[in-house]
């Protein structure tokens, strides 16, 4: 009998030892967490940052891909009128396209940039010599053989610091992206 009362005394020992984790456990474990967190944070924002600018490029030159698919399929000429102070754009079709639908469609919406991003450059080849580069709206048209005035449109991203160039192409109405440098981009907000 002693001796099964001295094997019970040391197996409740044992279960007690081996029931939780002692504050000191705990603290590292913690500590570990934050260190783990600390560091990832920096590099997560970064990368929701740049997400946020490819974003904006993205949904403006789909937009304008759009415009050009509308003049080719409905041999119109398509406007998209870009407003630098508000930060907004949209496809603005003739009347007679628009007569077509109820309401207003989906693609003749304005859009907004993402928060803080802005229209650092609207240069477009229309032509007209008296164009002032202060204007506020500028438009750029697509034509029914898939041709545009062509010229360029500059998106800042002020998180990031960067310009993302977007060119459109006269000929073939192309859109093509270009990264400019951060020491441009802080030049031209100068």
């Not at 600018?53 to 119109?76: F, G, H, P, Y």
């Not at 998180?159 to 192309?174: D, L, R, S, W, Y």
């Amino acid at each position: 009998m002693l001796k099964y009362l001295s094997n019970y005394r040391t197996s409740l020992q044992s279960q007690k030892s081996s029931r939780g984790f002692t504050l000191l456990e705990i603290i590292i474990v913690v500590t570990l967490i934050a260190i783990l967190v600390a560091t990832a944070v920096p590099g997560f924002r970064k990368f929701y940052l740049q997400s946020l600018e490819q974003d904006a490029v993205v949904r403006v030159i789909a937009t304008l891909k759009s415009a050009q698919n509308l003049a080719i399929i409905n041999r119109v000429q398509i406007e998209v009128r870009f407003d630098t102070e508000k930060g907004l754009y949209q496809i603005v079709p003739p009347k007679e396209l628009l007569d077509k639908y109820r309401t207003t469609p989906k693609f003749a919406r304005a859009k907004t940039l993402a928060y803080g991003m802005k229209f650092s450059k609207l240069d477009f080849n229309t032509g007209d010599d008296k164009e002032d580069p202060t204007e506020k709206i500028r438009s750029v048209f697509f034509y029914a053989n898939g041709s545009s005035d062509g010229g360029k449109i500059g998106i800042f991203a002020p998180q990031t610091e960067k310009t993302t160039e977007i060119t459109i192409k006269k000929t073939t109405g192309m859109v093509l992206i270009e990264q400019a440098n951060e020491s441009e981009s802080t030049s031209n907000q100068e």
